[in-house]
């Protein structure tokens, strides 16, 4: 899904994979994101949180995610709407997966 369709409806569930969480900013291109780049950030209550891989398609997001484990092997999914993040649960439900 592009990102132009993520737009399209700010409404819908959107996946992506956490690859690391700090209470210090990094910068793009650090060696912590070992080598991915458009790395998205997400601070929430003072804790960045750093996302690669953007879907509202579960099943890509689950083809992503065990990609980006054999290079960080404790990323997981986390899910998105309004640009908020929320309940993983609910997001299931949301999507009709219970």
């Known amino acids: 899904v592009s990102a132009k369709n993520l737009e399209k409806d700010k409404n819908a569930v959107i996946f992506r994979v956490q690859i690391k969480s700090s209470v210090d900013k990094i ?3 650090s060696s912590v994101f070992k080598g991915y780049s458009d790395v998205k950030e997400y601070n929430f209550k003072g804790i960045y949180k750093y996302f690669v891989g953007e879907t509202t398609d579960f099943n890509e997001i689950i083809k992503i995610q065990t990609e980006v484990k054999k290079k960080i092997p404790d990323a997981f999914v986390v899910a998105f709407k309004n ?16």
Not at 84 to 98: V, Y
């Open 83 to 98: 640009d908020e993040r929320i309940d993983f649960k609910e997001a299931m439900k949301e999507i009709g997966r219970n």
């Open 27 to 29: 910068k793009q291109g």
